[in-house]
């Protein structure tokens, strides 16, 4: 991809709109423009780098916070007069300290939805719900139940069944994250985790 193959006449002023997002939560960091030097010095740098419209500039993002975006991927959307960078942000990425500059709730996708949830349940307790017997049961059993939903889920790998490993394999994400309630950790935190050993 070169600058070249931007459609730059649908474009105010000639800059290139520019959505930032996370590259792992997939969440939408920010917006920002680019002309072709921002663009060249992104690709060279592999950190995001912003024409600023209020300066009339070039900025690296995190250039003096040291909050830097670190490009993983890029893709020109069908028109060709926008650009989606997905990147590995260092720290914050709004000026107010926050993750996002868009104030979006956390818990986006379904399995953060499901995650969400099974912390209703856990804090509320609910009779005849299947996830707050488990929570009573404890650490043990839920566990137990993990350790049981894995093997299934690869024994029908193995076996090559497509439609009992999926089955197998969404009873095991449950269980996954009625244990990760049970110990206090959220899909956030495992995330950071395999962020930083990716790193």
Not at 73 to 99: F, Q, S, V
Not at 119 to 139: A, C, Q, W
Not at 143 to 158: F, L, R
Request: glycine share 6%; net charge negative; aromatic share 10%.
């Amino acid at each position: 991809m070169t600058f070249s193959d931007f459609n730059l006449s649908k474009c105010a002023d000639g800059l290139l709109p520019v959505i930032v997002q996370h590259a792992v939560s997939l969440k939408v960091l920010m917006l920002g423009y680019m002309d072709r030097e921002a663009f060249d010095r992104t690709v060279a740098t592999g950190k995001v780098t912003f024409f600023s419209r209020t300066r009339q500039t070039l900025w690296t993002k995190g250039e003096t916070s040291g909050h830097f975006l670190l490009v993983e991927d890029m893709y020109l959307d069908c028109d060709g007069d926008t650009l989606l960078i997905k990147a590995n942000p260092i720290g914050p990425t709004c000026h107010r300290g926050t993750e996002s500059c868009f104030d979006t709730p956390a818990e986006e996708g379904f399995a953060r939805k499901l995650s969400a949830l099974i912390r209703k349940r856990h804090e509320e307790m609910p009779d005849n719900s299947y996830t707050t017997r488990l929570f009573i049961k404890g650490v043990k059993k839920i566990a137990q139940k993990v350790g049981e939903e894995a093997v299934e889920s690869a024994i029908e790998a193995v076996d090559g069944n497509r439609s009992r490993f999926i089955y197998e394999a969404a009873d095991l994400m449950y269980h996954y994250l009625v244990l990760l309630e049970q110990m206090n950790v959220s899909i956030d935190d495992i995330e950071k985790e395999l962020l930083f050993r990716h790193s």
